[in-house]
């Protein structure tokens, strides 16, 4: 029974930028969780391993505060420091040859595997005497075994691996999940380096064991496999991912109100009907029946006195049940029409935020007039200017509709300080410096129900709140708020 693994994680993943810059690519989270999670959990769940070895490097310490010493996830984990990390996958696993001197697993830590066999690995390795094991699965994208490697299998033997083929012999693609013995040191050391790379491949290291006559087994692996190379592969896994859970996840809808009872049960009864899990209507003290109203509309409601609009729709985010959190107006602006289109989208984005300047969408009578359309685009594209390292991609600043993952919402709920319509910019500022994914999307939006705008009723309210939206941008530009 193999018990170690050795998990390299040092690589800068340059092909990442500028996911990479900031964090470790396997601190890159798919549906909420780490990549480094997910491998360390196939490492324990199926495979049985208990002790880790991490070869750290760009970005080390962050790794290092986040995965500890293991005994959180059962397992215990230790750390073999590469002060080189463009030294290369290879050299980099040389660093821990003082550490096994039996046979162990070797995982790639920015590799996924989803619904995979890897269970059945051990037992594999158990049916023969082996030097090496590598997994490999079919597949008719031959562009992925382009970007990966190849392999040559007879009687159930490797008797040729290349690594990043130019041309395709098979559709054999060769995966990061290894079980080596100690010969593998030996193997690297004897390798030379990649004309390609300049550096030596571990492929090609595997391939001098195989010359050297060392007995290499494949393990045909089954289930879904991302390698997650460039912000493409890692936006493309966590796309499989939610879709593939997303009849699962719960959905619910905030809604801040106060003094809306004209118009809060048609909102209700609207989204109730989209088949949302909860619908959540803050009453922030409102002095009408708008509570009242809503509840016997069916939402969920809780009424509290809190300092504005920002603050309100903050304490709903906080105390909704859902997976998935979307906000909307208690004023009708907004329907359950446009859901679909941002649920299908929030799977591709950790945030969706409406825009209402797609003059075809507004309905007329609305607050959406030309000097109103017309700042929130230029507030929108003075959002892109500041934070254009980061590639947003705006034209509205003052639209509610949003949906976002909770697990986003955590990560930028320490950047949010608005209580009034300047959190709206705020939480896409938010998202940015939280460094995920934010998508626009076109809504549709209709003329309010009742009441007055308690923002944009008049061009008074207007100048307030768009002054409010500019200071608070401008000082998160600063840093200072």
Known sequence: MIRRALVPVAGRGVRAYPASTYSPKSLLAIDGTPLIDHTIRLLRDSLGITELILITGHLGGQLKRHCGDGSGVGVSIRYVDCANPDVGLARGILLAQPLFDEPFVTILGDELYLDSNHAGMQAAWKSGTFDAMCGIKETDDLHQIKRNYSVAVVDNRIISLTEKPATIQNGLLGCGTYIFTPRIFGAIERTPKSPKSGRVELTDAIGTLVRDGGKVAPFFLKGDYFNIN???????????????????????????????????????????????????????????????????????????????????????????????????????????????????????ADMVVGTRTTRELVQQGTNMRGPVRWGNVIVAKLVELLWWNLQPRFTDVGCTYRALWRDAYEAMRPLLRGVGPELSPEMMVAALQARRRVIEVPVSYHRRIGGKSKHSANYLRISRTALRMLWTIAKKRMGAY
């Open 230 to 348: 460039t912000v493409d592969d890692f936006r493309y896994a966590s796309y499989r991912v939610r879709e593939a859970c997303f009849e699962q996840k719960r959905t619910s809808v905030v809604i801040p109100a106060y003094n809306e009872e004209q118009s809060i049960g048609y909102v209700v009864r609207d989204f109730l009907a989209a088949g949302v899990d909860e619908v959540f209507v803050v009453d922030n003290s409102s002095r009408d029946r708008t509570a009242h109203v809503a509840a016997e509309a069916g939402a969920r409601v809780e009424t509290v006195s809190l300092i504005g609009y920002g603050d309100t729709i903050r304490y709903g985010l906080d105390h909704a049940k859902g997976d998935i959190l979307i906000v909307v107006e208690a004023d009708f602006s907004f329907r359950a029409r446009d859901l679909r289109k941002m649920l299908e989208y929030v799977k591709d």
